[in-house]
């Protein structure tokens, strides 16, 4: 057979995909990656060893299929979240993104509606279209924060089946009241998911969407061991709920969706969490050290909660962001005028992003 190779217009694609394009965070082999806010910490060694160990014991039955309920994983994630959290209450998957596909699959769909303030987590659309729902994005202030009695009014007019809040929100590193939460949650007829991926780079002294479940049956509190953990390879993310929304879930999981390898390596993580997490303070370091620096050299960064900062006042994103490829620091454009995204890393790797910046001046 030979001939022209088919284009993607040219398959019998759902119309409601056409036009869409995947999710495409940049890949290079650069020295410094600082463009997708993984922990760029390595696992210490001892954990490593732990999780070798762990692995190697699960390879011994690797013949059966897996625990299809994850329970030991489950019990090692409601420890770790606290709040009185049971098994029965808790949710995991390959990687938050599966994690929050398992929410919409249940309770979005075809002829429902998803709704998020943006500018917010680019999966969140993509999700949302893949699984046959609308997307409805909101609006923010110019500050990129949400008031309550704004964000209550937009969501009872949307009146949509999913409302995803990202409690720090990704790209713009944004705390979100509990006030604002509340008052979504009241003003929503359907599921609201608070998306805590970066909660354990927020003040210690905050509290989490957490403490709010009980009594809220439509609340869905997800978290991620990408971002503090240092597991971002690993694809693991959970969430928090009701055990009947729990249910619901397992109504469109696919069979044994965890496997047996990657449920042994995150509960050994987890057996290891106060290690794991002695990092998150060195990163916030990073991040604060950041924020500082590129505002002395006349950039301005926005507030964050997370392990990465967005700052504006880049007159040309794009010269700015190639004129720090050629110097050999990745870092990502996430599309807001005059604004770029970087991730904290360690010392030396926020060090070379701060010298590279410095060396472009603020009119690249």
């Not at 917010?120 to 990129?144: N, Q």
């Not at 106060?274 to 500082?292: F, K, N, Y």
Request: proline share 7%.
């Amino acid at each position: 057979m030979g001939g022209v190779s088919p284009r993607l217009e040219d398959l019998p694609l759902r119309d409601d995909l056409r036009g869409m394009t995947p999710y495409g965070a940049p890949q290079a082999p650069l020295p410094v990656a600082l463009n997708v806010n993984e922990n760029t910490h390595p696992v210490p060694q001892d954990v490593a060893d732990d999780i070798l160990d762990a692995v190697a014991l699960a390879l011994r039955e690797v013949n059966r299929y897996p625990d299809r309920e994850f329970t030991e994983l489950r019990e090692g994630f409601a420890a770790y979240l606290g709040h009185g959290l049971t098994r029965d209450q808790i949710w995991a998957a390959n990687g938050s993104n599966e994690v929050l596909q398992h929410v919409l699959q249940a309770f979005g769909g075809p002829g429902r509606t998803a709704f998020g303030f943006a500018p917010t987590y680019s999966m969140y659309p993509l999700l949302t279209r893949a699984t046959g729902a609308e997307w409805i994005a909101g609006g923010r202030g110019v500050d990129y924060t949400i008031r309550a009695d704004d964000a209550a009014a937009q969501v009872a007019d949307a009146a949509p089946d999913v409302v995803f809040l990202c409690s720090p929100n990704n790209p713009t590193g944004t705390p979100l009241g509990l006030d604002v939460i509340e008052a979504v949650y009241d003003a929503a007829p359907g599921v609201v998911v608070v998306d805590e991926a970066y909660f354990e780079f927020a003040p210690r002294d905050e509290r989490s969407a957490l403490t709010m479940l009980p009594g809220r049956e439509r609340l869905v509190v997800s978290r991620t061991m990408s971002k503090a953990f240092a597991f971002a390879g690993a694809r693991v993310g959970y969430l928090a709920a009701d055990p009947a929304l729990i249910d619901a879930l397992r109504l469109v999981r696919l069979p044994y969706h965890l496997s047996a390898l990657t449920q042994a390596a995150a509960s050994a993580a987890l057996r290891h969490a106060p290690t794991m997490l002695r990092m998150v303070d060195e990163i916030v370091g990073q991040r604060d050290r950041i924020s500082a620096t590129v505002e002395a050299l006349g950039y301005t960064p926005h507030e964050s909660w997370t392990n990465f900062v967005l700052f504006g006042g880049v007159d040309n994103p794009s010269s700015t962001w190639q004129a720090l490829y050629d110097r050999g620091v990745l870092i990502r454009d996430v599309g807001i005028p005059h604004h770029l995204r970087v991730t904290a890393g360690t010392e030396d790797e926020t060090t070379a992003f701060l010298d590279a910046l410095a060396s472009i001046g603020s009119d690249a």
